[in-house]
């Protein structure tokens, strides 16, 4: 930290003690630590957490690396419930406006109602002067809201989905954009992320954001390991600071997200804002996960858990496994006795005293296990233990008449 005060990296670096003292940190579990965010002392931990990586870091670079733990878990449950909304009668889903439809459950819970209210409250009280209202106080009373509400209810106000411009008008106002989020003029989006920079969690929420919703073509959806949660949590985690995205328009059509910047007057880094303001505006991650929590359509998008290969087990061939269904088997446990057993007695070879018959012995014993219906079925079909005994039954009342000829 001390060579890091008033330093660039390059004279850190030429510093032999502060080199030494990098090249330990490197190697110390301090180097793997992760924050959790809303931790209690979650800006602590980000402090020591960038005063490591900064260090290591080749200047600014486009993209950091998340100093938040990674989200595993997924919003099947909350996504259920917005599928419950959004899936509701059609006459009467049409004319429903979701986003309203989210406020009034908001106003159901005391925690949310109340820090709700609050942020409502500062974001809209006008000042004296010039300024319209305290945008620092604003932001504060933003991010307390969203660290400390549930998704269920602070998703549903923010990616509610909309079939007519007042839904959509309510949605963008959500986060009272007069103040949180719009200005008088629109800041160089490099500029913008500059500001971001220089205060710990801000660059820890941009850090996040870019991990977890930065476009691939390498999953289903657009997302990094097709976490739609992760996306939208750290999208969520931007609101209450200069970077605090939103909807740019009441568009019902489509969904354009960004944050209040232009790259206007960027000289020869124009292309580099450009890059930067299309991780917003031209998002397909950041579109499909808003527009698949208002459809509730991220239940099983993908299983944390995937099927376990199917492989023939060594002795299946002596029991084969009865069907899934119990009440469509009758058919399909016959098929398989004559299937395994009558070419033995239709073609009259004699049968091989070990595979042949412990396979009709084990099926003829897999019908007791099923019902009496399905039991009395197979043994009136067919079974080769009792066709063989009622043969020695035969031959045994055939042989004194045959001796007393």
């Avoid at 959806?221 to 931007?238: E, I, K, R, V």
Wanted: hydrophobic share 30%.
């Amino acid at each position: 930290r001390q060579c890091l005060a008033g330093r660039d990296r390059n004279t850190m670096l030429a510093n032999k003690e502060c080199q030494a003292a990098l090249e330990v940190l490197q190697e110390s579990p301090l180097y793997d630590c992760r924050c959790k965010r809303g931790m209690k002392k979650e800006l602590q931990c980000l402090q020591i957490y960038w005063s490591i990586h900064l260090g290591l870091a080749e200047g600014e670079e486009f993209y950091e690396a998340s100093p938040y733990e990674p989200v595993t878990s997924r919003l099947s449950d909350i996504f259920r419930l917005a599928s419950i909304f959004s899936g509701m009668d059609p006459a009467a889903s049409s004319k429903s406006n979701h986003c309203l439809d989210a406020a009034k459950a908001c106003n159901l819970n005391d925690n949310c109602k109340r820090l709700r209210s609050g942020y409502i409250s500062t974001c809209s009280r006008e000042l004296a002067g010039s300024e319209p209202c305290s945008r620092r106080k604003c932001h504060k009373a933003l991010r307390q809201f969203f660290d400390r509400v549930p998704g269920e209810f602070t998703f549903r106000l923010l990616f509610c989905s909309c079939k007519d411009r007042a839904c959509a008008e309510r949605r963008r106002q959500t986060i009272v954009p007069s103040c949180s989020y719009e200005d008088k003029e629109k800041p160089n989006c490099l500029d913008l992320r500059g500001t971001c920079r220089a205060d710990h969690l801000c660059r820890s929420r941009l850090a996040d954001f870019h991990t977890n919703c930065q476009a691939t073509f390498q999953s289903l959806t657009s997302c990094p390991g097709d976490n739609y949660q992760a996306c939208l949590g750290s999208y969520a985690g931007l609101i209450g600071f200069d970077m605090t995205p939103n909807y740019v328009d009441a568009s019902t059509t489509s969904i354009t997200i960004s944050p209040w910047c232009s790259c206007k007057g960027s000289g020869n880094m124009e292309e580099e804002c450009e890059k930067f303001l299309r991780d917003f505006t031209e998002n397909p991650c950041l579109r499909n996960a808003i527009q698949a929590f208002g459809n509730g359509s991220d239940v099983n998008v993908a299983p944390k858990n995937p099927p376990p290969a199917v492989t023939a087990a060594p002795r299946a061939e002596k029991s084969p496994a009865l069907p899934e269904d119990v009440n469509d088997s009758n058919t399909a446990l016959d098929t398989s006795l004559i299937s395994t057993c009558s070419p033995v007695q239709e073609q009259g070879l004699k049968p091989n005293k070990s595979k042949e018959q412990s396979l009709c012995y084990s099926e003829t014993q897999l019908s007791t296990d099923t019902t009496p219906e399905q039991k009395t079925f197979v043994e009136q079909k067919a079974g080769c233990s009792r066709r063989r005994a009622g043969r020695i039954l035969l031959l045994v009342l055939l042989v004194p008449i045959l001796l007393g000829l």
